[in-house]
C-alpha cells in the first residue's frame, strides 16, 4: 500500500511540474477534465487515482504524450513541451508537431516489446572540435564522402534519402501539413533517429531541410531534449547557424562552385548549371556564394530581387537554352513547381509491421504510418494473410508459360 | 485474479439498445464479475447523457457490477495499448475502454468482446484465438449453450442493424441460421 501510494504521488508530482512548465492553472486543468478543482488538487498530491481517460486528457492539454506523465526515461519524455505562446507561431505547436510526438510513442511502445533497431549514426563522421562554421564544413565534406550521393539536382532529394536510411538506418519521414509553421525536424534520439521534412515546400527548400536536418543529427545537436524543430531555418543560434553551414557546404561544395566559375565564369549559365546540378533552391545558391565570397552583398540582393525567374528568363531568351540543352532547360522550370513524395519512416514501418503481427499494435497506427485507411489496410492484410505463403511458394514453383506469344504476354495491364 | 469477461462499450450498447442486455448477462451466469471497466462505464455515462439509447440500462445493470478500475501501476501498460489502438497521427485520447479491456482480460488470462473491427484484430493477435469475441461470437456461444435457437440470434443481429448499429464488417450483410451453429 505504501508502495502505490509512492507511485500516486510521483505521478501528481510530474503532473504538476508539467502542468506549472506549461504556465496552466490547476483550476484551468480541473475544467479541462470537468472535474472539481479539489480533486486536481488530490490528483497532484498524490490522493486521488488517476483514471485512464484523465490522464489521457492531462497529457493533451498539457501539449505532453501520456507516456511523459508515466515514464520519465521515454523518449517522448524528452520531447520539448509546448509553452504558452499564443498569438504566437510556434513550431512545437501544429499536426506535423503532434505527428512527430506520436511517432516517438509508436516506436516507445514497439520499443516496449523488444522490436528494436540498431541504427548506424554511429558509423558516420562525427564532428571535430574547433570554430563552429570550419566543424560544420568538414563534418559536410567528409558526410557527402561517406554517403556517396551521385546524381544530379533532379534525383538528389529521393537519392539522399534513400543513402540516409540505407547507410546510416535513420528514418526519414517526408509528408506535408499544409500551413503548418514546422519546415523540419530531426529526433536524435540514438534509438530512434528521426528526419522529418514537411512535403508543403517545394523540392529545392525541401532539400536544403533534408540536409540541415542531416547537419543536426550529424553534429550531434541535441540540446536539452531529444529533438531539434525548425520553423524558417533563420541562423538564430549557433546550432542553426552550424546545421546552415552544414547544408550548404554539404550541397554546394565550395570547390565544385569553382570549377563550376572557372569552367564557365560567374554568370547566367553557371548559375543555371550550379541550380541544376546542386538541385537546390536559387536563394540558397545566392546565399551560398555569397557566404563563400564569390560575390559581394550588392550583388547578393540584385540576385535575390530577380529570382529564379530572372535566371531562367535569361536562359530562355538567349543561346544559353542550347548550351545546356533543352531537356536540363524543362526540367530546371518544372523542378521550380514540384513537391517531394510522401514517404514514411521504414524503418519505423518494418517494426511496427512486426509488432503489428504479435499484437503489439493494431493496424491503426500501422496503417497511419503510410496514410491508409485502417479498414481497408485491415482487409487486405486478413486477405492477405490467408494466402500470400502459399501463394508466393506456387509461384517460385510454376512452370514458365513458353506456350504464350509476346503479344498475349504483353496484352495485360501492369500498372493498377 | 480469476479470468474475466469484458465487455466493451460498442457491445454493452448493441445488446442496450434492442433491451436485450440479459443475452450478455446470461453469458457471465458462472464467471466472477466485475464485466466492464472504468473507461467503459464513463464512455456508457457521457453517451446516457447525450441521450444515446440503451444506456440508461446499462448503468442499471447490477450484474455488471462496479466497474474495473486500474491503479497507477496499471495506467503504464494500459497506456501503451491505448498508442497501438489510435491512428499514430495525433495525441491517442480514443479507445481508452478498449485498452483497459484487453489489459484486464490479459492480466486475467481471460476474455474481451468488443465490435470494434481493429481492436478485434489487435486482441487476438494478442490474447490468442478464443480470447476475443464478438456480438456474432457470443451469439455463437448462446446458441450452442441452448440458451437461445439460431433462428433468434438471427433476429438479434437484424435489429441491431435496423437500430442504425453495425456488427463487425468481416461478417456477411445477409446472415442465415446456420451461420451462428
Known sequence: MRMLRSVETALGARIRAYREQAGVQSRELAARLEIDPSAMSNIERGRRSVKTDELVKIAEALGVSPLALLDEESLPARMPLAARRDGESSTIKGAAYARLLALSEIHAVVSDAGYALAPKLDLAPEPESGYWKTVAENLARRAAEYLAVECDGTRRFAKLVEAIEDKLQVDVLVEKFEDDPLSGAAISDKDFPLIFVNSQHRTPRSLFTLAHELGHLLLRHDHDSSITVDGSLAGNSEAERQANAFAAAFLMPEAKIDQYIRNYSLGPESLARMLYDFGVSFESLVFRLHNLRKIDSTGRDRLQEIGWQGLLSVIEGSDLRDHLGPEKSARLISRQGERPDFRPPIWLASRCFAAYRKGVISVRPLAGLFNVDPEIFLDRIQELDEKSAETIEGVAESPRDEQLSDDELFAGSPVV | MTALRLYDAVTLQHFGTIGRLDVLEARCRYLDPPHWTQAVADEINNAANT???????????????????????????????????????????????????????????????TDDNGAYDFAERRLGPGHVLDTVDVLREAVMYGEMDDGEAVNIVNLIRNSGRSIRRVHPDTLLRGYFR
Open chain 2, 51 to 113: 441521450g444515446q439509447p440503451g444506456c440508461r440500462e446499462i448503468l442499471a445493470a447490477k450484474w455488471l457490477s462496479a466497474p474495473l478500475a486500474p491503479q497507477v501501476a496499471d495506467l503504464r501498460r494500459i497506456v501503451l495499448i491505448q498508442i497501438g489502438l489510435n491512428d499514430g497521427r495525433r495525441p491517442p485520447v480514443a479507445h481508452a475502454g478498449e485498452a483497459e479491456g484487453i489489459y484486464f482480460a490479459e492480466k486475467s488470462g481471460g476474455r474481451f468482446v
